[in-house]
């Protein structure tokens, strides 16, 4: 009996430490960029890539996100610096080359897509790794019970 009792907590302890490892990712937006929080520590999108390896449909869109946040990126830079230019010729008295602010507007232009699709992305990359942590049974009478697990707690609600 003790035997059994024994593998119970053991079993359990190992189940639940196991599950531990695996927290909900926070997706905040700010003024730089987009931030992610595994745990309450902030991660890189690389590093939160490497840690969506156990779900690999979440792994591959952050993948997808990644390099299309890069193509917005360079985009920006360039539009940026297309504009720049000829601000900083005008400030230093030189004339305004007009045709080269616009092609820089229109880079940008370009980049702006290209950054929305990849901040969708990253929130369903996100989404798609919270919604694995969630375990949901519904049984007879109508009753639903949603288990969540995260590092040092353990929650329950039932809904009728």
């Known amino acids: 009996m003790r035997i059994t009792i024994l593998f119970i907590l053991l079993f359990t302890g190992v ?3 196991s599950q531990a490892k695996q927290g909900e990712i926070d997706f905040v937006k700010s003024f730089w960029g987009y931030k992610f929080y595994y745990n309450g520590i902030p991660y890189s999108a690389g590093q ?3 840690i969506m390896v156990t779900k690999p449909e979440a792994q591959k869109l952050m993948k997808q996100a ?3 946040n890069t193509v917005a990126g360079i985009l920006g830079f360039f539009g940026g610096a297309m504009m720049g230019w000829p601000v900083g010729g005008a400030i230093a008295g030189e004339d305004m080359d ?3 602010f616009a092609a820089g507007v229109g880079v940008t232009a370009v ?3 290209f950054s ?3 901040a969708r992305k990253m929130k369903k990359s996100v989404e798609i790794w919270n919604s694995s942590l969630a375990m949901k049974v519904i049984q007879k009478n109508n009753f639903a019970y949603d288990l969540k697990v995260s590092p040092g707690r353990v929650g329950l609600t039932v809904s009728f």
Do not use: E, L
């Open 15 to 17: 189940q639940g430490f």
């Open 48 to 50: 939160i890539q490497g």
């Open 66 to 68: 990644r390099g299309t």
């Open 98 to 100: 007009w045709g080269m």
């Open 111 to 113: 980049g702006i897509p």
């Open 116 to 118: 929305i699709s990849a």
